[in-house]
């Protein structure tokens, strides 16, 4: 939508980059500049290249054009599972190595007060050897001063319930991304599937149990998700007129939990990998706490005794 992406050979260095051309338009351009400015930062927090943020080399004009020249990367993550893990994911070794990555850049954006705001599959990139990789497009990326309210903020398989609520968010929002974005590379599908903000929630709470009553008492759009005793509304298309349907729904617990939609890819594991299974569900547990306050932060999760690789 703002901007495309070519590889290009640099004439002078004779080694390949990754060129983001921002429409030209003024406000797109304005955009680009503050991602510019954001990537800046990041790059000077982590001189040595460590914490896995993309590396912007340089930026020109051309016709116009804000022109953002990046390191040349491969695939991004939704590539790697359409090739390697088509509906049934990758393997767990495979998915710590990338969790470990992940929340290194989470710590650097959270050291440098930055959200991300757009995390999934697609804006992670790996190098050719899949070893190594790299968390992209900053375009939606703000300091954590800024942020309003807004319910379409990250994009909606990935978005936190706090965003859809209308509730204060910070760095939060982006560590329910990574754990939505692991648990699909483990098992290759997406985990909430709503077609809209409020199918979003009934998705999310299937499987994460009901928000507590103080959650949705913080939350500005709850009414148009909750009635007055806070039950569930959710609206349904009807399958014969194509019209919205009201449905009051009462989570009494969830009916597609975590736990149970991990273990159908434990059939053939031994103990040892039941184990380390075990405790990947136990992190995105963490990651996915309804309560962002009580949601794990990315040094956490890198102290967690599956990255570690720690028994329980």
Not at 16 to 36: D, F, H, Q, T, Y
Not at 108 to 121: E, G, I, W
Request: with cysteine; glycine share 6%; net charge positive.
């Amino acid at each position: 939508m703002f901007s495309g992406v070519v590889r290009a050979t640099d004439q002078k260095l004779g080694k390949l980059a990754a060129i983001k051309i921002i429409r030209n338009n003024e406000s797109m351009k304005k955009a680009g500049l503050k991602e510019v400015d954001i990537l800046q930062k990041l790059a000077n927090a982590d001189p040595d290249d460590k914490k896995h943020l993309v590396r912007l080399e340089r930026i020109f004009e051309h016709k116009g054009h804000l022109c953002m020249v990046f390191e040349n990367l491969s695939i991004n993550l939704r590539e790697v599972l359409k090739k390697f893990g088509r509906d049934v994911g990758i393997n767990l070794k495979a998915v710590r190595a990338y969790a470990q990555q992940m929340f290194l850049g989470l710590s650097l954006l959270r050291k440098c007060n930055v959200l991300h705001a757009d995390l999934k599959p697609d804006n992670v990139l790996v190098n050719e050897a899949r070893n190594v990789l790299k968390i992209c497009d900053l375009g939606s990326a703000s300091d954590a001063s800024e942020n309003e309210i807004t319910p379409y903020l990250v994009s909606r398989f990935y978005r936190a319930p706090e965003i859809i609520l209308g509730i204060p968010y910070d760095f939060g929002i982006d560590v329910w991304s990574i754990g939505c974005t692991l648990f699909e590379l483990f098992t290759g599908k997406i985990l909430f599937t709503g077609r809209s903000n409020n199918q979003m929630l009934r998705a999310i709470m299937e499987c994460r149990g009901k928000f507590s009553h103080k959650v949705l008492r913080k939350a500005e759009f709850g009414r148009q998700h909750f009635d007055d005793l806070l039950n569930f509304r959710s609206i349904e298309k009807d399958k014969l007129t194509g019209k919205d349907l009201v449905r009051v729904l009462n989570f009494t617990k969830p009916s597609r939990d975590l736990r149970s939609r991990l273990m159908t890819n434990a059939k053939d594991m031994d103990d040892v990998e039941l184990k380390e299974l075990s405790s990947f569900i136990d992190l995105l547990d963490r990651c996915l706490n309804l309560n962002p306050e009580k949601r794990c932060t990315p040094v956490e999760a890198l102290k967690h005794p599956f990255i570690t690789r720690v028994k329980i």
